[in-house]
């Protein structure tokens, strides 16, 4: 049920907020004036977000975001740890498809916030006052688990090569439509380019269906006809264009019901990204077709590579953050207390 068709007395005490959001305030930062007469530019951390005291319960939707998002949004460890802090003697409702990755993130925090407490001072900003009393409540866990079900899938093993996508979309049915997730912009690029020719070329496809190619990418928004297209699969579940492909950019948040969307194509590495692509598209009880990317050994090799370098460069910053900011963290906590 939308929250615009629920009564008033219900409505006014529900908040949506996007984690996001949540970020930005805790990281505005603000020129204010001290009564001590410092002035400055400053953070001006939990101050901003102090209002989530008032409610009682936080529903984390899609909550993996946390940890799939963190490579390249370090802002998620904020939001992360502000809901669980400002929650933390509330109920806190976890939800997601693939919640299995980060669920010992979440299952953990408590325990190691617990142990560690006294340590947190250095995050003072980003949280609110520590109440030791909270040590002494025990935090039951319950979890509720459901089944992902995919007997409605047909599935086959392609190569990841333009002209195999290209030829399987030329003999597929004319009017049915195609969902074409990528990993790289580039190569969807280049996709979107190929497939135009093809349908100036007379490529065969319904009469009343819009020949159209359409790329969405994280800029999404710089370009008329995408912001469109994306705007009417929100509003409509359903799709405008022959060939939609696009990157992770719409692997959360948007249902589509197209009874016209047969096709999918997935090109990903990464669980939670493939199940949340796949996701996308709703059972209705029609047969749909996917699509699976066959990866090269090289292409495993050199994913094993980055994923080493960043687990280095991370194992760096945790020494480096040890060695530097625990005798000020300590020596803080003495003059503290």
Avoid at 129 to 143: G, I, N, Q, T, Y
Avoid at 172 to 189: A, P, Q
Wanted: glycine content about 2%.
């Amino acid at each position: 049920m939308e929250l615009s068709k629920l009564p008033y007395a219900q409505k006014r005490n529900i908040r949506v907020e996007l984690y996001q959001s949540i970020e930005n305030k805790v990281c505005t930062i603000k020129y204010r004036k001290q009564r001590n007469g410092f002035s400055g530019f400053m953070a001006l951390g939990h101050a901003e977000i102090s209002y989530l005291k008032e409610y009682d319960c936080v529903v984390c939707d899609e909550c993996h975001y946390f940890l799939a998002d963190a490579n390249y949004n370090t802002n998620t460890a904020i939001s992360f740890r502000i809901v669980n802090d400002y929650f933390k003697n509330k109920i806190r409702i976890f939800m997601s498809a693939t919640i299995d990755e980060v669920k010992r993130y979440l299952l953990n925090y408590e325990e190691e916030k617990n142990r560690n407490w006294r340590k947190t001072n250095i995050y003072e900003m980003l949280t609110p006052a520590f109440d030791e009393h909270s040590l002494l409540k025990e935090m039951r866990v319950f979890e509720y688990k459901a089944d992902i079900d995919f007997h409605y899938l047909d599935i086959s093993v392609i190569n990841n090569e333009k002209s195999d996508i290209i030829d399987l979309i030329k003999k597929s049915d004319s009017k049915s439509n195609w969902l074409i997730f990528v990993d790289n912009i580039s190569f969807g690029m280049e996709l979107k380019r190929e497939l135009k020719h093809c349908f100036q070329d007379g490529l065969e496809v319904d009469e009343k269906q819009n020949k159209n190619v359409v790329m969405l990418s994280s800029d999404y928004k710089e370009d008329e006809e995408s912001v469109n297209k994306v705007n009417h699969v929100i509003n409509e579940n359903i799709f405008k264009a022959k060939v939609i492909i696009s990157t992770s950019v719409m692997d959360n948040g948007i249902n589509i019901k197209d009874p016209k969307l047969r096709n999918m194509i997935v090109i990903a590495d990464n669980k939670v990204e493939f199940i949340q692509m796949l996701g996308r598209k709703r059972d209705d009880g029609q047969r749909l077709k996917l699509y699976i990317i066959r990866q090269s050994r090289d292409f495993f090799a050199k994913r094993q590579r980055q994923v080493q370098r960043r687990l280095e460069i991370a194992e760096r910053y945790r020494t480096w953050i040890e060695r530097n900011m625990e005798p000020v963290i300590q020596r803080g906590y003495q003059e503290k207390y």
